[in-house]
Structures are given as structure tokens and as C-alpha cells.
């Protein structure tokens, strides 16, 4: 079974550019999560999809910050224009709804903005 | 205070030696507890869990929880090498919130041959 597939794996751009992420979930997996990891730090929760519906968007800088689902399988997050403090990891996970709501992890986009 | 509180380490032992990893938490909702293992430049990877309180074991690996203390640990026993990560505890609550996992900071540990 293929995992959680993120691309591109690095990015490095200029601040104010804009910046985009892809995440194909496991297949079947229903539900649909982006986090932020910063260097030192466990992930914190930016979005949650339930299918097409984004759910929890709550810790989303929606200034800047921007998610959709098309479809509820791939999801893309885009940021725009990026700041020098969004130099992170963006993992998306995703799970099948149980009561464990256990999560698998893509490997992430390592972003650097300059 | 943050809900979840974990030594952040970072922890280096020999090889074959014990090791334990804890996290404090506040909040009483919490059902599930995990512990993520996260290697270099990888996502995290849920190694086991635990459903309230307890001890689980899976190998050499060791998970307990006391609620009443609001403590968790995770022991590795004969650490190898390969153990070299990241470990992040992790906590649900149940029924309809258990969607959010809340996540400690981490626990880099390096197990030296």
C-alpha cells in the first residue's frame, strides 16, 4: 500500500513569492490533514478535510494561508505572498475515520524562504 | 502552560541501554496516548499506543499511562542504533473530538554503537 505522497520535497524561495504543496492521501483515507513542524517542535494542526469539506481551519493564517481538497482525495496549501518565518516543515497526514484516529504522515515539504 | 509537556532531551545513550521518554499532560479529556517515532527528514510514524491507563508492551518497547498523575512514558529496552529518532508523544480524546491529536515537542534521541 503507497503512503502518503507530498511534493516537492524541498523548496526554497525569495519572500513574497508565492508557494504551493501537493498531498496525496493513502487511498481510501477520508479524512485529511496539513501541519506545521518547526524546527524542535511536534506538529501543530493548520487544516483538517472531512472528504471535500475543510473542517478545522481554525489555526490557519488565512491571510496568507490558502487549502482546498478537490474532489476529497489530493489537496493542495498554498502560500501567498510567504514570510521569512514560514521557513518550516508542512506535513500532510491523513486517517480513516475510527475511534483511533490514527495518522499517517507524508514525509513533508522542507520550505526555506530568504 | 501547553497541553502537552515533553523533555525535548536531547538524550544520547550507549547502545543495549534503557531508555525512558515521559510527557506531562493537562488535559483530563485525553483517552489515547502515542508515541510517534520520527526518523531524520521523514514524517512521524505511530510506533504504539495506549487506551487510558495502563502499560502496553510491543517488543522491546514499553508504553505506560497514569491518568492520575497525568504522566506518560515510553521505554525502550536494549536500544539499537536503528532507535536513533525523534519521539513525539501524542494524545486524542474520544467520541467526537478525537480527531485532534495534540502533540509534544519531541525527544531527540541518539543511541551511539
Not at chain 1, 28 to 54: C, D, F, K, S
Request: glycine residues 8%; hydrophobic residues 30%.
Amino acid at each position: 500500500e503507497a503512503g502518503v505522497v507530498q511534493s516537492p520535497r524541498y523548496k526554497i524561495i525569495e519572500k513574497k513569492q508565492p508557494v504551493a504543496f501537493w498531498c496525496n492521501p493513502i487511498s481510501g483515507h477520508n479524512t485529511l490533514y496539513w501541519y506545521l513542524q518547526n524546527l524542535g517542535q511536534g506538529p501543530e494542526l493548520l487544516i483538517r478535510y472531512e472528504n471535500e469539506e475543510a473542517v478545522d481551519d481554525s489555526q490557519l493564517p488565512k491571510d496568507r494561508f490558502s487549502a482546498e481538497r478537490l474532489k476529497g482525495v489530493d489537496s493542495t496549501l498554498k502560500i501567498q505572498p510567504a514570510e521569512l518565518g514560514d521557513s518550516a516543515v508542512y506535513l500532510c497526514a491523513s486517517s480513516y475515520a475510527q475511534e483511533l484516529n490514527e495518522q499517517f504522515f507524508g514525509p513533508g515539504t522542507r520550505l526555506t524562504v530568504l | 502552560q501547553k497541553e502537552v509537556e515533553q523533555d525535548p532531551g536531547p538524550l544520547s545513550v550507549p547502545e543495549g541501554a534503557i531508555v525512558s521518554l515521559n510527557c506531562t499532560y493537562s488535559n483530563s479529556a485525553f483517552q489515547y496516548f502515542m508515541w510517534y517515532r520520527q526518523y531524520s527528514r521523514k514524517g512521524p510514524e505511530l510506533l504504539m499506543y495506549t487506551y487510558s491507563s495502563g502499560n502496553k508492551e510491543d517488543g522491546r518497547f514499553t508504553a505506560q499511562v497514569d491518568k492520575s498523575s497525568k504522566y506518560i512514558s515510553l521505554f525502550i529496552r536494549d536500544s539499537q542504533p536503528s532507535d536513533s529518532a525523534t519521539y513525539l508523544c501524542a494524545m486524542q480524546g474520544s467520541g467526537g473530538s478525537n480527531y485532534k491529536l495534540t502533540f509534544g515537542k519531541g525527544t531527540l534521541l541518539t543511541v551511539n554503537p
